[in-house]
């Protein structure tokens, strides 16, 4: 179905008379915190807003901001979303452009916030990675955010956006028409916080198994996020599943010391590749949703333009050790991870024991050392065959690195300047329609009432996010072409 355009529903509150830019809600968490430090030292000309239960951590988190010139200091709200009536938390947001809602598990508590944002308008963006929780509320409220044109971005931190983007902008260099796409992740520094082991956990215990575990879950159904446009199934590029593994090509995908970080990484040149983490069952199904998306389709269900290509194929692939013990046992640890543990959490013993040691050794709070969070990052590496390039033997390479631990550093930041855009966006700021070769699917006139409403992805937001993202200091894109015999793996097996 195509998103409706025209005025939102009459009883939304037009975006030129709302007060705050931006509401952050959950302030007074560690990311929340890092959040409020990041907008108030890097958004000088916005009016927002910080909410979180207790008035006393807001006012400490104002207190703790650094001390310099120019710094744009948020108004407080007292803000319980997990108890306050629905009308209290509705009548905040008809007053806010854009909510970061960053209060999670969102399988327990995001729909508390979203639907509110839906009724009013309001665009959203968040970090999750539950993707059943993604799914129900996009099949819930789709049809009501295009009539009251809330603009819904989920998944705006470590998942899902190095994938989506990366695949976005290989597309735009290689000048339309993808392949197969392969994307290596040679190196992810951070660790794991209580959050984000909360939130793994959290659709566990909240949706049947046949939601997220193989053939019809997320783990399993690359297009579990596909847009539901009436596009005969059929059509749509067979994505290969399974788990795969295969030595890298030594010479091509290795890994090198990320430049901000140096010496202290450790080298896996002539490791090994594995598929079926974790991460590829987030990641896919936000990027095969984006080449839903971004493509159109006539009222039979038959394409009529391809995002990235009628052919396209997206594997994710974790670089693991080199040498037979080291990289042995990665690769059991992954192929445990990814396969055999998920199916282990559906019995409901396992999963209360998991949590019990998730509650013990960590608790709320816990999350990478100040220290870890400067010293993290992480490197992708895209490689992807491009259809229409004149020099077949030839693949489009894009390399992504990102400054900062992926789970805290990197994902505060990138969340914040892509709630920074959505709120130039809605402001009408008449110098982003002129951006170079700008072909944001969701804003496609420079009047934020004629925005198109519904749930999108970080990819749907184009090239005006893309340039702000490069812009912010902690994203590095290098794209070129190189034969096709460099990137030729030297071994392959399948298990």
């Given amino acids: 179905m195509e998103p409706s355009r025209g005025s939102p529903e009459p009883g939304i509150k037009p975006m030129a008379g709302r007060k705050y830019d931006i509401l952050v809600v959950g302030a007074t968490g560690v990311t929340g915190g890092l959040i409020t430090k990041h907008l108030s030292t890097n958004a000088p000309n916005i009016k927002w807003a910080v909410s979180g239960r207790s008035e006393e951590k807001l006012n400490k988190l104002i207190d703790k901001l650094p001390a310099v010139p120019d710094i744009n200091k948020p108004d407080i709200l007292v803000l319980d979303v997990l108890n306050d009536p629905e009308s209290k938390i509705r009548s905040v947001l008809d007053d806010t452009r854009v909510v970061i809602d960053v209060v999670g598990p969102y399988s327990y508590w995001g729909e508390k916030v979203l639907k509110p944002c839906v009724d009013a308008g309001t665009a959203w963006v968040d970090l999750n990675g539950e993707v059943p929780w993604a799914k129900e509320m996009e099949e819930k409220y789709q049809a009501l955010a295009e009539k009251t044109k809330a603009v819904i971005v989920p998944c705006c931190g470590y998942d899902c956006v190095p994938s989506d983007m990366g695949v976005y902008l290989l597309s735009r260099f290689a000048g339309g028409a993808l392949g197969k796409v392969d994307a290596v992740v040679e190196e992810a520094v951070g660790a794991a916080s209580f959050g984000t082991l909360s939130s793994f956990l959290a659709p566990y215990y909240t949706y049947p198994p046949e939601k997220i575990l193989k053939p019809n879950g997320y783990i399993g159904d690359p297009y579990f996020l596909y847009p539901r446009n009436g596009e005969c199934p059929e059509t749509l590029p067979e994505q290969p599943t399974g788990v795969k593994f295969r030595r890298a090509n030594s010479s091509f995908v290795y890994h090198a010391p990320l430049r901000h970080i140096g010496r202290d990484c450790p080298k896996r040149r002539g490791g090994y590749l594995i598929t079926s983490t974790p991460f590829e069952a987030i990641n896919r199904p936000v990027v095969m ?168 992805t970080s990819a749907c937001l184009g090239m005006g996010l893309a340039h702000r993202l490069l812009g912010s200091g902690y994203l590095d894109v290098e794209m070129r072409w190189v034969r096709d015999e460099e990137v030729r793996d030297e071994d392959k097996k399948t298990v």
């Avoid at 394409?303 to 693991?320: I, M, N, Q």
């Fill in 289 to 456: 949703r984006s080449y839903g998306l971004r493509s159109s389709v006539d009222g039979r269900g038959t394409r009529l333009h391809d995002s990235y290509g009628p052919s396209f194929r997206y594997r994710e692939w974790l670089l693991l050790p080199a040498g037979p013990l080291k990289g042995g046992l990665s690769m059991l640890a992954a192929y445990i991870m990814g396969s055999f543990f998920p199916y282990c959490l559906s019995f409901s013993p396992v999963r209360g024991m998991f949590k019990f040691v998730i509650d013990r050794l960590f608790g709320p709070g816990y999350g990478p050392s100040p220290e870890l969070q400067e010293r993290g990052g992480f490197r992708w590496r895209f490689i992807g065959e491009a259809l229409d390039h004149e020099t077949k033997n030839e693949r489009a390479v894009l390399q992504m690195e990102g400054r900062k631990d992926i789970g805290y550093g990197w994902t505060s930041i990138i969340l914040s300047e892509t709630a920074l855009y959505l709120v130039d966006k809605l402001r009408n700021v008449e110098e982003l329609a002129e951006r170079e070769g700008d072909d944001d699917v969701v804003f496609r006139r420079n009047d934020s009432e004629q925005r198109r409403g519904g749930f999108w």
